[in-house]
């Protein structure tokens, strides 16, 4: 079981996306506003971060980039799930630090294995930084 936040404005979405892993196992804590997520976040410091893209108060794109150059969450994965279809976003996205960037409309299914992915990606670093 992983600790997730998934950082998401819309309200269906989030529920959505909460029953898809809380079924999957996980424990899901839904955000809609940017400000308050990253203070959630470098507070919580869970296993996975999921953001959208546009968010209230704070863009998902600023909420990577903050995470990314803290000390206490740079390791942590973080997937991008948005309706955002451009490929340049996505390659934004990955370039600036995301782990995977997985667009709306998706399957349940490619949503778990995508966690599933980005889980085991941190435990193996975590591992290496042991050794």
Sequence with gaps: MARIIYVEDDELAGE???EVLTEAGHLVG???HGTLALDTIAFKR???VILDRSLPGMQGMEILTRLRQNAG???TPILM???KRDTG???EALA???DDYLMKPF???DLVQRVTDALMSKSFAAHRKIR
């Design 16 to 18: 959505l996306v909460k």
């Design 30 to 32: 839904v955000i809609q």
């Design 46 to 48: 869970p296993d996975l």
């Design 73 to 75: 969450t740079y390791l």
């Design 81 to 83: 799930l948005t309706g």
């Design 89 to 91: 976003l996505i390659d």
């Design 96 to 98: 600036a630090g995301a």
């Design 107 to 109: 399957q349940a299914e």
